[in-house]
């Protein structure tokens, strides 16, 4: 949309929101925060001012709003009413702006509230990407550092930036996002790509809600940058690891979801490995992972037995963490690993039993012990049925085998039992069994 001023019913309508906002600003006390080095209340002010454009105001309401979602303080001191009243304003202005718009423009069948922003969009995200690149580091210049970056311009602009350009992406779903790609990946890019980590999580955050929301096809050329920035940001700051996480998990799944041997699937579980056994005892990261990694799992597939070697040593250790959550999440994730793969042809059998075996007794202790006990029990029935019906019957003993070991303990009476109960029961070989019964799994954990 261009800058001239909207007919004279909306620029009323503009006049009199950005007005009781402005009001309602002046009001608010303000502190900055002790680590920005701008002011946002005087940022924010000559948005709201009656030349304000659409643009100006639009900007404005963005950045209110996000402080709603915001964790790095900066926008702490915007209270709750004055974001509610940014957000409503904002969807106030849309609604009249789509009432007087009315030009038989049906490429963009939207709710109101959803026009206006749309709209916007090739006017703000250029404006949005110029102002976090100011502060960014020019990897090329080996002189250019923090301070230099910030010395061009305070950094605390492009964190704004980055929250308006979140707050204005994740208005936008599909379809509409996938026609937006061009103009919105570049954007992502240079946010992903600043030093600060603040910038870098919400353009993390955002990529996240692209994969949410386009085709794979959409994304054209710029799937192996996008890939190969989320792999370069896996050893992000705690605070923001999370958001690497998802959104790599998102992006790589949505992209080569028909290839589990693809070298991103590859690179990115490593990459991820790799950190995780730098900081095993990190609860935050090893239960950010395991939330997200179940869609990794499920795209590399029966790929993953090349990873055993890697992945159980940090599972057998997380088994035994301190928290619950940990815990339930990791046994999930060992049955969904074992659905996918079948453990029983590795070496990682007989450790895997009795481990399951000693959290079992462990969890009389916790206050998550009936959920803790019903995984443990599930995964074993997975493993007792994978012999029963995938291995020849002259195998089919390993899996009491290696319970057998466990078959006395007082402890492990009521699990030993529903175990036993099972032994007779008749069942089909399932499809996943006779496709993997041609697959040389001894070779891919070699």
Known sequence: MSEAPPPSPLRDLLLRLSTRISESLATVPYTPHRA?????????????????????????????????????????????????????????????????????????????????????????????KERIQESSINKSDESDEFSAASARAPVGFAILAAFQFRWFLTQVDYPHLGKLCGLVIPCALTAVDHWSAVVKGQGMIILAHVGKNVDAAELGGYVDVILDACCQNTASDDEIWHHVVEASVVLVTLTQRSNPRSPWFERMLNEMISHLERQPRNKDRRIAWLKSADSLFNGVGLVLLAHFKRIFPLFFQWMHADDNETIILVLKSTYIILRLTWIRNSPFIAKLVAELALVYKEAALRTAREDIRANIYQILI?????????????????????????????????????????????????????????????????
């Not at 709603?68 to 304003?89: K, N, Y």
């Not at 997975?382 to 070991?405: E, H, I, M, T």
């Open 36 to 128: 920005s080095n701008v002011s946002v209340k005087a940022f924010l002010e000559p948005l709201l001012l009656p030349t304000a454009t659409v643009k100006d105001f639009a900007l404005a309401c963005a950045l209110l709003s996000s402080s709603a979602f915001d964790s790095s303080g900066i926008l702490s001191w915007v209270p709750s009413h004055l974001s509610s009243l940014a957000t409503s304003s904002l969807s106030e202005l849309s609604s009249g702006y789509q009432a007087e718009l009315r030009d038989g423009n049906d490429y963009l069948v939207v709710l109101p509230e959803k026009r206006l922003v749309l709209e916007l969009m090739p006017e703000v995200l250029p404006l949005l």
């Open 382 to 446: 997975l493993l007792q049925d994978s012999y029963r019906l995938c291995v020849p019957r002259s195998k089919g003993l390993q899996f009491n085998a290696a319970w057998d070991k466990h078959r006395s303990d007082p402890d492990l009476t009521t699990l030993t039992l529903s175990l036993t109960g099972r032994s007779n029961t008749k069942t089909v070989p399932s499809e996943d069994c006779l496709r993997q019964g041609s697959v040389s799994v001894g070779s891919m954990i070699s």
